[in-house]
C-alpha cells in the first residue's frame, strides 16, 4: 500500500534549522516501506499571496494561474501533509503565511460551496505534521504559529486529533539545531510514529 507524504519546507533560508527538522523527519519516513516523498521548497513554488478577491467561492477555483495549479491536487492526493517554518517575528514566516492564505479556495469549496474537499472515504484517514524551529527560548514563543498551522489543515479536513506537532526552541544560528539534544532523535520518533498511524488508517 503507497502511502504518499507531501512535504513544504516554508523557510526563506535554506537549509536553515527548520528545513534541516523537516529533512530528519522525511529522511526517517523515507526507510519506511512503500512511503512516496515529494518535498516542496515554497520560496521556489511560484505561490503568489491571496489577493483576497472571493472569486473561489463562486468558482470554485482560484483565479490566479501559478504554482497552485500544481500544489492543489497533490495537497489533496497527499496521505500525510508535513509543513515547516521557522519563527519570524512571534509567527509562521511570511512564505508559509502566504501558502496557508491560498489555502482560501478549499475554505470556500469546504463552507461557502458545502462542496467536499477529499472524497468521503478517506475523510479521517490523512495526518498533518507541523515541525518549526524558534531562535527564542519562551515557552510561548510557538503560540501565535499554532493557530494558522491549523486553520491550514482545517480546511483540507484534517483535523486537530490528526495533526502531530515537533517544535524546537532556542536554536537561531543557522545549524544549531544539529548541537540540540534531543531534536534529530524526536524527529526519527515522530516520523516512523506518523508513518506507522497512516499506514493503520489506510488498511482500516
Avoid at 20 to 48: Q, R
Avoid at 52 to 78: F, S, T, Y
Wanted: proline letters at 4%.
Amino acid at each position: 500500500m503507497a502511502i504518499k507524504v507531501l512535504a513544504f519546507a516554508g523557510s526563506p533560508r535554506r537549509h536553515g534549522n527548520s528545513e534541516t527538522l523537516l529533512d530528519w523527519v522525511l529522511d526517517a519516513m523515507e526507510k519506511e516501506p512503500d512511503v512516496t516523498l515529494e518535498k516542496v521548497v515554497i520560496v521556489d513554488a511560484d505561490v503568489n499571496p491571496c489577493r483576497g478577491c472571493n472569486a473561489c467561492e463562486k468558482l470554485n477555483m482560484c483565479v490566479q494561474r501559478d504554482g497552485m495549479d500544481i500544489l492543489h491536487d497533490k495537497i489533496i492526493d497527499a496521505d500525510v501533509i508535513v509543513l515547516s517554518s521557522p519563527i519570524y517575528c512571534m509567527g509562521i514566516c511570511s512564505q508559509v503565511k502566504a501558502l496557508i492564505d491560498r489555502f482560501q479556495v478549499f475554505r470556500s469549496r469546504k463552507y461557502v460551496l458545502k462542496l467536499p474537499v477529499v472524497p468521503p472515504e478517506r475523510r479521517g484517514k490523512r495526518l498533518g505534521v507541523f515541525l518549526s524551529t524558534a531562535g527564542q527560548n519562551w515557552d510561548h514563543v510557538f503560540d501565535a504559529a499554532v493557530p494558522s498551522v491549523k486553520c491550514f489543515f482545517h480546511v483540507i479536513d484534517v483535523k486537530d486529533r490528526d495533526i502531530r506537532y515537533l517544535m524546537v526552541k532556542g536554536v537561531d544560528e543557522k545549524g544549531a539545531i544539529q548541537n540540540h539534544p534531543t531534536a534529530r532523535t524526536d524527529a526519527e520518533r515522530l516520523a516512523r510514529e506518523v508513518i506507522t498511524d497512516i499506514r493503520a488508517r489506510l488498511a482500516a
